[in-house]
């Protein structure tokens, strides 16, 4: 089973909606936690990365993500959404209890947005 | 710099073919990874490496080998082919364990 959940496979949203992409994952302790991003036909990309600090991390494009230790999420969001972004989002973990070495992704979440 | 290269872009094999998937990158990484990805299953993690001789099992080793001489270079084997193999490969690499990923353009996998 995968240790890093994403809790909804395929979103669907009008232009300049607001978008919320949840994350968990089921390490314990210490984690480094990441999106990228995969445009159709390209690479992933990364989008932002938390490791410590403001729990509250900004990134490219206008998105941002919040870290709740708490409730073991790592929710992406986005004010307004553009077409542009439609594009398929992973979460990804490097949990401490592996040293950090593992990059561990979720199944990803399939991003549409109608003009 | 070319980032990270991976050859070739398309296979097809029959079942019971071996293989090697190359990967390089010319951004003197230490951590190098393979992953696998497959419709509702995002990227899975087959094996890793941490610097040139050390490698270590991801999430789904069974089928494939790695082995890692060079910092350059982490080729990834499959030993006997089968249709559950059927995927489209990523290599990845990042300088450290904090650091940014980066993917190649992944290598298209058939078996029949």
């Known amino acids: 089973a995968q240790s890093v959940s994403q809790h909804n496979h395929h979103v669907i949203l009008s232009e300049a909606a607001s978008l919320e992409l949840g994350c968990n994952y089921s390490?314990?302790?210490?984690?480094?936690l990441f999106w990228y991003v995969q445009y159709p036909g390209q690479h992933l990309q990364l989008l932002l990365k938390y490791f410590s600090g403001d729990p509250l991390v900004k990134g490219i494009k206008g998105f941002e993500a919040e870290f709740i230790k708490s409730k073991f999420s790592f929710n992406l969001r986005k004010p307004s959404v553009q077409w542009s972004d439609t594009a398929e989002y992973f979460c990804a973990v490097t949990p401490f209890s592996g040293g950090y070495n593992k990059l561990i992704f979720g199944a990803g979440t399939r991003l549409a947005v109608h003009p | 710099n070319a980032g990270v290269t991976q050859t070739p872009k398309f296979q097809v094999l029959k079942t019971g073919q071996s293989m090697t998937l190359q990967c390089a990158q010319d951004?003197?990484?230490?951590?190098m990874s393979w992953y696998r990805q497959d419709p509702g299953m995002g990227l899975r993690l087959i094996h890793y490496?941490?610097?040139?001789?050390?490698?270590d099992q991801g999430e789904v080793p069974n089928g494939y080998n790695v082995s890692r001489s060079t910092t350059e270079d982490f080729p990834l084997r499959l030993l006997s082919a089968a249709p559950s193999q059927t995927s489209v490969y990523f290599c990845?690499?990042?300088?450290?364990?904090?650091?940014?990923?980066?993917f190649g353009p992944g290598t298209r996998l058939t078996v029949l």
């Open positions: 990845a690499s990042r300088y450290g364990p904090t650091d940014t990923q980066y």
């Open positions: 490496s941490v610097g040139a001789g050390i490698t």
């Open positions: 951004m003197n990484h230490e951590y």
């Open positions: 390490y314990g302790g210490t984690v480094n």
